[in-house]
């Protein structure tokens, strides 16, 4: 066999390999997009024995800054408005670290009206102790009394946020999930209130965008979201209404990064209700 013949073949070998990965990729779209219903009935079904129905689902998104909706939950809230769950937002600060606060504002109504969450729908937090900034420690039990109030006075049963390292490791992301895993630790949460922390995966994973999808489908998760192209240009043309925040590195993000089209959630375990602490 000679060098050209071999050359043919390994050519031949990879555009197979490549083509076979994407109707990997194209198949698991579809399968996923049965399943999705039955995964948040499972999800739901762990705190009540009654079936749900997407109609039924009030869910709350948790976020630390204006674009965070976007850049982080999009596929997730996409997901659950095409199957009727109505979806809510509670975003901690106005992201006034360069005092752009009213600005930023504006841009995640705007965004949230892409995504298709109206305004009466949209929360933004504005408090002294809960600056948009890095370096500040947020308050657990601040950020706990805000998420639970609201919870409450909206009787949600499904909440989203981040996970221990918060997508990115900022240390606001990391304070609200350590807020919401205080609240289920000490059986603060409703009952029948599911909460939900977003996957963090490594920098390899994160930006290889929609190829990634065959790991998360072969990894544990509860509850797994991904759009297609279509929810892809929504979650793209969201994250270009947050124009203050489009500097070069924000359009590789919106080109490569795998939050884009695919999110994955664990359970975060709640404990015994209406607990004591001394």
Request: proline content about 4%.
């Amino acid at each position: 066999m000679n060098t050209v013949t071999v050359k043919i073949m390994s050519v031949y070998l990879i555009v197979f390999v490549v083509l076979s990965y994407l109707v990997l990729i194209k198949c698991l779209y579809y399968r996923h997009r049965r399943s999705l219903m039955k995964s948040l009935s499972h999800v739901m079904g762990v705190l009540s024995d009654r079936d749900t129905h997407a109609a039924d689902l009030r869910a709350l998104v948790v976020t630390a800054h204006p674009d965070d909706e976007c850049m982080f939950f999009a596929p997730s809230i996409i997901q659950l408005l095409d199957l009727n769950v109505s979806v809510y937002l509670l975003c901690l600060s106005e992201g006034n670290y360069y005092n752009q606060g009213a600005l930023r504002r504006q841009e995640l109504l705007d965004s949230c009206a892409v995504l298709g969450i109206p305004d009466s729908r949209v929360t933004v937090i504005n408090h002294k102790k809960l600056p948009d900034d890095p370096k500040a420690e947020w308050s657990v039990s601040l950020v706990s009394s805000l998420i639970v109030n609201h919870i409450r006075d909206h009787s949600f049963n499904m909440v989203l946020t981040f996970d221990g390292r918060g997508v990115s490791g900022h240390a606001n992301h990391i304070a609200i999930y350590k807020a919401v895993s205080h609240l289920a630790s000490t059986g603060q949460v409703p009952n029948d209130c599911c909460l939900l922390s977003l996957t963090t995966i490594g920098l390899l994973r994160k930006y290889i965008s929609f190829l990634e999808l065959p790991i998360s489908w072969l990894l544990p998760s509860c509850l797994r979201c991904v759009v297609d192209s279509q929810g892809y240009k929504k979650a793209r043309a969201a994250m270009f209404c947050h124009r203050s925040q489009l500097l070069w590195f924000r359009h590789l993000y919106i080109t490569f990064s795998r939050y884009m089209y695919i999110n994955t959630f664990q359970i975060i375990p709640q404990g015994p209700k209406n607990l004591k602490i001394y």
